[in-house]
Nanobody, 123 residues
Framework: QVQLVEFGGGLVQAGGSLRLSCTAS????????LGWFRQAPGKEREFVSV????????YYADSVKGRFTIFRDNAKNTVYLQMNSLTSEDTAVYSC????????????????WGQGTQVTVSS
């Protein structure tokens, strides 16, 4: 089975930046689309971004367009999420996930999930 582990969460001031990473093992990395989701307390999990297996296709939630960038390094089995201009609305647990589909945007289309990493944006 595929295992995913996220890194890079932490506390950052509003307007600041963070870079999250997710490293995979146990599968052929380039065969999977890699997505990022987030979940804030009391809210449902929401789609953030996804990149296809070869990196050709990327999609972003409207709330993060122009601020977040997703990219991957298949040689390192790692996908990244660069987050800029962070606001308190970005505070959540961020999880990466792997899917056999091209670039899905719905949580149920992902088979494997990481444990999540906390991102907290202070005022």
């Amino acid at each position: 089975q595929v295992q995913l582990v996220e890194f890079g969460g932490g506390l950052v001031q509003a307007g600041g930046s963070l870079r999250l990473s997710c490293t995979a093992s146990g599968g052929t990395f380039s065969s999977y689309a890699l997505g990022w989701f987030r979940q804030a307390p009391g809210k449902e999990r929401e789609f953030v971004s996804v990149i296809s297996g070869r990196g050709s296709n990327t999609y972003y939630a409207d709330s993060v367009k122009g601020r977040f960038t997703i990219f991957r390094d298949n040689a390192k089995n790692t996908v990244y999420l660069q987050m800029n201009s962070l606001t308190s609305e970005d505070t959540a647990v961020y999880s990466c996930a792997a899917s056999i589909w091209n670039a899905p945007r719905l949580a149920y289309e992902y088979r494997y999930w990481g444990q999540g990493t906390q991102v907290t944006v202070s005022s």
